[in-house]
């Protein structure tokens, strides 16, 4: 018998070009988008080198483009010649690309899976760093800087140091009214914003067992907040009723082989990671960021802790800085907390799924005269979808504007900022200062709990609330 | 990328845990589809004030750290966002290296290959470096051949990625390394199953 491998050891060690420490991997899909490849393909150019596979390679915009008036074009120049850049370049080296007029045109993270693209075993690149959302498929998907995207345009590999492993057991089921996404936001409050470092976390047990393959996205999506190089997910047949029939995805003989192939991955009893955490999802409840890191999350039942209840003199220090950026006193309870925005969207929380969980909260009712709510869909699929189920008309109706897709305010580049001081319900990954615009206050929460929030004016525990 | 080989410069100290890549360089100078222009920008929102005038009291604008060459930095230095553009504002605004209990993953990578030196430190012997970085004239070199920190009182060793190390030390271009693999590569390619997804439909 051969040593019983992990998920990840299979998937790594089928992609080595050349064994060493770093490691030369083979790349088997690219994922590009507009900010941070300019200077990846002007250095290719610079170099007289070419895109060595161009069919391996894909290209969306999504982080500058406007949601809104997109018939009027991209107003701001910048971003305008941002995109017009991944144009030029797609062209020159034969990259197909979702372009702001292709109705694939989305988030990268939600494309990639949605058309077929990501896929279990593949080995996944992309200059951004919720690239390890694609692992929900039982693929090896992690972020890269500019350089790389270079390096991987022109070789079609990449130099990896090897990551140690980390297994995440969740046992246990998530109770009614507790998302994917407060059981990452508990996962990440548990390892800390740096307890993933140098690792690639496998998230396994029950509990994940029983997740949705979009649940599952937003689970490995947020590894990187936990600092992880990439989280994984052993494909099952979740995975492959996912992926059957999508456009990229294999057909005829080639799924037979692929769907052989893929049942392969799971890691083998006996097998051991580097680190083992344990948390029983039946323990999780709904969670609301106060802070400006992700791990700096309570219950929504809870309080604004007090700094003093940190025992690491940084982490203190850190508590009263984020307190006060964030405008709070320790002891505040998180229900006393009005918002002025709710931003439902972004590559964590901005599939079909979510959208259906927000507009169940929504339905029938109306969004706070205080707040200004949007909702964003990760791509112009989902929002066909989403339309397609009378959706829109519901957050429509309740007040919601319903926009185009693209990363919004999940990082701000295009005109969707939060004005400073304004606090925000936001479905996104991200609530570090200044990351929905300067001054913007974000409270990371689950897509359920920002549409109640939205109707609220202010948090409130979404299992509260009857819903049909 | 220039060789890379011993450091020698003042220092600034900035003693906070978790620095995300959303602080060192704000998303609205990610517009640029250039290299450089990004050194005004670091750490712009706590540099700032909110019309946008430096604020004086903001470490990197004192007159007296102009010229520094090297970041003394907290924990997980760089978490968050992959963009490159994080080690690029650093290098522009003037800094050679950043010393820290510890560097986030994608940055450290980025790092490596934009010529910033990143030197991991046990958290003692950086508190250290912090203390004594609260002197603007206080210098510190570091020898990357070496693998050392030398300051006033203080020696200390650092582990660092033998292949980084090489690529530094002779500014080597990394794609020009890697096509001299190009008949190991050409077979893996070769050898991948043929139901693999393509771009091309
Ligand atoms: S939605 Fe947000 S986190 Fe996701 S890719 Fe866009 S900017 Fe990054």
């Known amino acids: 018998m051969s040593t019983p491998r992990t998920l990840f050891e299979k998937v790594w060690d089928s992609h080595v070009v050349v064994d060493s420490d770093p490691a030369l991997l083979y790349v088997d899909l690219h994922l590009v988008h507009e900010v941070t490849s300019p200077q990846a393909f002007a250095g290719l150019t610079a170099s007289g080198r070419t895109v060595r596979r161009p069919d391996l390679t894909v290209a969306t915009v999504d982080h500058g483009i406007p949601t809104t008036g997109r018939s ?271 931003f439902l969207g972004s590559c964590t929380n901005g599939r079909i799924e979510d959208l259906r969980a927000a507009a169940k909260v929504v339905e029938g009712r109306k969004v706070d005269d205080r707040v200004s709510a949007v909702v964003v869909p990760g791509s112009m699929q989902v929002k066909a979808q989403a339309e397609a189920e009378g959706l829109s008309d519901i957050f429509e109706r309740a007040g919601f504007s319903w926009r185009d897709a693209g990363c919004s305010s999940c990082l701000a580049m295009n005109p969707d900022v939060i004005p400073s001081g304004d606090r925000c319900a936001s479905t996104s990954n991200r609530n570090y200062e200044g990351r929905q615009g300067r001054g913007a206050r974000t409270h990371l929460v689950s897509p359920a709990m920002a549409a109640a929030a939205a109707v609220s004016g202010h948090f409130v525990d979404v299992r509260e609330w009857q819903l049909s | 990328m220039k060789p890379v080989r011993t450091i020698t410069g003042t220092m600034v100290p900035l003693d906070r845990a978790d620095v995300d890549t959303d602080q060192i360089i704000p998303q609205q100078f990610l517009k640029r589809i250039e290299r450089d222009g990004y050194g005004d920008f670091l750490f712009y929102n706590w540099a700032h004030t909110d019309d946008g005038t430096p604020s004086s009291d903001f470490i990197i604008n004192r007159p007296d750290r102009r010229g520094a060459k090297v970041l003394v930095a907290g924990p997980n230095f760089g978490c968050g966002s992959s963009r490159e553009h994080a080690p690029w504002a650093i290098q522009q605004w003037g800094f050679d290296a950043v010393i820290t209990p510890s560097a986030a993953d994608i940055f450290r990578n980025n790092s490596s290959f934009t010529g910033l030196l990143i030197v991991e430190l046990a ?55 890697t096509m001299t693999h190009d008949d190991v590569i050409a077979s893996h390619e070769a050898s991948r199953p043929s139901w693999l997804p393509t771009s091309v439909g």
């Open chain 2, 123 to 177: 958290a003692e012997a950086v508190g250290r470096l912090m203390d004594l970085a609260a002197d603007p004239a206080a210098v510190v070199t570091i020898d990357l051949e070496t693998q050392t920190v030398a300051a006033d009182g203080i020696e200390e060793h650092f582990d660092f990625d033998p292949t980084a190390k090489v690529r530094l030390l002779q500014g080597l271009d990394g794609i020009g390394v």
């Open chain 1, 72 to 342: 009027l074009g991209i107003r701001d120049p910048l971003s305008k010649k941002q995109v017009d850049a991944l144009i030029q370049n797609c062209r020159d080296h034969g990259i197909t690309m979702f372009g702001i007029d292709d109705p694939r045109q989305g988030i990268v993270h939600v494309v990639g899976p949605e058309q077929g693209l990501t896929e279990p075993g593949l080995l996944i690149v992309c200059g951004d760093s919720h690239t390890s959302t694609h692992g929900a498929f039982g693929a090896l998907a992690f972020g890269i800087g500019t350089t790389e995207v270079e390096h991987v345009l022109a070789t079609q590999t990449i130099w990896q140091a090897r990551p140690q492993t980390m297994a995440v057991e969740v046992e246990g089921t998530l109770p009614w009214g507790v998302a994917a996404k407060d059981l990452i936001l508990g996962i990440i409050a548990q390892i800390g914003v740096s307890g993933g470092t140098r690792h690639v976390i496998e998230y396994r047990g029950q509990a994940i067992r029983d997740l949705s393959m979009e649940q599952r996205m937003t689970i490995c999506n947020m590894s990187i907040e936990g600092g992880a190089r990439a989280g994984m997910i052993a494909p099952d047949e979740t995975t492959t009723r996912y992926v059957e029939g999508r456009p990229f995805a294999p057909k005829g003989a080639d799924w037979d082989a692929a769907v052989a192939a893929w049942e392969s991955l799971a890691t083998d009893p006996g097998a051991s990671f580097d680190k083992v955490e344990v948390l029983d999802a039946g323990a999780l409840v709904p969670h609301v960021s106060w802070g400006v890191n992700p791990a700096q999350t309570v219950p929504v039942t809870g309080h604004v802790p007090s700094p003093d209840s940190y025992s690491d003199p940084q982490q203190r220090e850190a508590a009263v800085r984020a307190l006060e950026y964030m405008a709070l006193r320790p002891g505040t309870a998180i229900a006393d907390i009005n918002i002025d925005h709710v």
